[in-house]
């Protein structure tokens, strides 16, 4: 069966009707005007309510009736009025006061019959969900065993739409206005055929649990999904001191010198907004919300590896302790740099988002957002076709800004792993040193230090003799057991997001604490052939997700440009039906 198109045309039609039928004439309303009369539906004041070309007009813009087929006064929602006498378009179906409705008759009703029906024969019921009573209109449509194959409808709260709850997506609910969502969560129907299979919360085990289970309320289902992320906003808080700072984050946030202080802000107000937007939800799905949280928290805590990485050492220095970088770590300070930029654009899209959809509600940081009233931004009000491209818009630089950081975290993959690889040069160059005739003979116990040259020193290495074949000796000290680990070394930021432990061994000597002798510890091959298969097995843990990263940065930028496709089709789309309006 064809679905049911009740805005643009009705049942059975092949073809849309243009919905303005013809020109209203000046003459039906109270003052001469030119252009679409929306300014005068009925409703509005100085209309002449029983001018029948100004219902006809409404009627083809605005199709949506409340089943009442009787004066304004019968109408129980008003969602359109009709003149004294009048009634809604088409008579009721035949089938519509039959004892036992079925479903694929109910399914092929206009809506405004539907609606009809729910309000003529569906059951009212009211409950309190935690927030205060909450009155809905439900029936069930069939007598199947199987409820999957009977219909349950329930009458939005303005009494303008039916919702269909077997056929109900997480997107679908999403978009459902709190009040519907309230009354939807309460009915044992929507619990069993798309609570449950979906994992969404509450479900009527959560509500009429068996005792001794404590009972919930929509309410309280709402305060845990709540304490998620509250969680996770007390967490970051605790890393810094915060109070008075937050006047001081909104100053510095146009300055990128500030953002490494108060980066922390970043994450927090993202976890804020989704925090709050949970006021406009009483159906919850704890994974998406755990997966949002996750998503944040994994944004903040790269950014705060990087944040935070020990300080470099002075370059020249004996020996240079902490070191993360042949290049002196600038490839991770420029990595720092970047991912600050990101995420405070990030940041400003999430709070430009949240501006533009919840108005005077919403943490306001750009002055061209104006937050008097809801969907307004530059002094504008936001049509439907203006506010899909730029909620559009902000999710494509979403998306883009999201990319920039990730390819970031592939380019410093590749940095670290070229440090890794000259370090395994060196060990390859110790292991050559080594005398297979010595080696053969288990009288002799053949021991050297890196390099391969034997009685080497520690200035020795750095001399560039031809036989270490112009290696940089400064990696030396990443791999360092002592150098390594000074100054509580927090390592390089993708060893600690990969939980690799860079493999070390002792390959200077120090007399007491950091303080460098010339001479070099020398080792059993045994000892080199160790380390190299430990640098080995560290380089495939940092190259393992390598792939996987790269398909996830080509995922986002497909589904990025699938989103603009879809977008763009519903701009066409509304262009098209506004120039049959007008033309």
């Known amino acids: 069966m064809a679905p049911v198109d009740t805005y643009w045309t009705t049942q059975g039609q092949t073809t849309p009707d243009r919905v303005l039928n013809n020109a209203t004439p000046a003459s039906a309303y109270t003052t001469t005007t030119t252009g679409m009369p929306y300014h005068l539906l009925p409703g509005s004041t100085g209309v002449n309510i029983d001018t029948p070309q100004i219902y006809t007009d409404a009627a083809a813009l605005f199709p949506v009736f409340d089943g009442t087929p009787a004066t304004p006064s019968a109408s129980p929602h008003g969602s359109l009025k009709t003149p004294a006498g009048s009634t809604v378009p088409n008579s009721r179906p035949s089938t519509f006061n039959d004892p036992v409705v079925q479903p694929g008759d109910f399914a092929g009703w206009h809506t405004a019959h539907q609606i009809a029906y729910l309000e003529t024969r569906g059951t009212a019921t009211t409950v309190d969900d935690g927030d205060g009573n909450v009155t809905y209109r439900y029936a069930r449509v069939g007598t199947s065993s199987d409820e999957r194959n009977n219909i349950h409808a329930l009458l939005s709260q303005d009494g303008s739409r039916v919702i269909i709850i077997n056929a109900l997506t997480r997107p679908d609910i999403a978009m459902l206005p709190l009040d519907d969502q309230r009354a939807l969560a309460l009915i044992p129907a929507f619990s069993r055929l798309v609570a449950e299979p979906y994992s969404l919360e509450p479900t009527q085990a959560q509500l009429n649990p068996t005792p001794p289970t404590v009972a919930k309320t929509t309410a309280d289902i709402r305060t845990e999904m709540k304490t998620i992320v509250q969680d996770q906003i007390d967490a970051i808080k605790a890393l810094i001191t915060y109070g008075d700072q937050e006047a001081a984050f909104n100053a510095a946030l146009p300055d990128s010198t500030e953002r490494k202080q108060f980066f922390h802000y970043f994450f927090t107000q993202q976890l804020e907004a989704l925090r709050d937007n949970m006021d406009a939800m009483a159906v919850f799905d704890r994974d998406s919300i755990t997966q949002q949280v996750g998503n944040i928290l994994e944004r903040f805590e790269r950014l705060n590896r990087y944040a935070s990485i020990t300080d470099a050492p002075t370059p020249g220095a004996q020996p240079l302790l902490a070191l993360n970088g042949t290049d002196y770590n600038a490839s991770i300070a420029n990595a720092l740099s970047l991912l600050l930029r990101v995420e405070s654009k990030i940041h400003e899209a999430v709070l430009l988002e949240e501006a533009i959809t919840d108005g005077p509600n919403a943490r306001v940081p750009l002055d061209t957002i104006e937050p008097a009233s809801a969907a307004r931004l530059a002094g504008r009000k936001l049509d439907p076709p203006m506010l899909t491209f730029l909620l559009q818009s902000l999710a494509s630089y979403r998306a883009e800004l999201d990319v920039e950081a990730r390819s970031e975290e592939l380019n410093q993959q590749t940095r670290l792993l070229q440090d890794y690889t000259e370090m395994q040069k060196w060990v390859n160059i110790t292991l050559a040193s080594y005398d297979p005739v010595k080696l053969a003979d288990p009288e002799v116990d053949e021991m050297l230090p890196i390099g391969g040259v034997l009685n080497e020193t520690y200035a020795g290495l750095y001399s560039g ?111 098209e039906m506004l120039r049959s309006i007008i033309t």
Not at 500 to 523: K, N
């Open 465 to 575: 003799r031809e036989e270490y074949e112009g290696r940089n000796p400064d990696v030396l000290s990443m791999f360092d057991a002592t150098a390594a680990a000074a100054n509580s070394n927090t390592y390089h930021p993708v060893e600690v997001a990969k939980n690799v432990v860079r493999p070390t061994t002792d390959l200077f000597s120090y007399s007491s604490g950091t303080t460098i002798l010339s001479a070099l510890p020398q080792y059993r091959k045994s000892i080199w052939d160790t380390l190299a298969t430990n640098l080995s097995e560290s380089t495939k843990l940092v190259n393992q997700e390598n792939q996987i990263q790269m398909d996830e940065i080509n995922g986002i930028n497909k589904e990025k440009n699938r989103h603009y496709d879809l977008a763009s089709s519903t701009l066409n789309k509304m262009t």
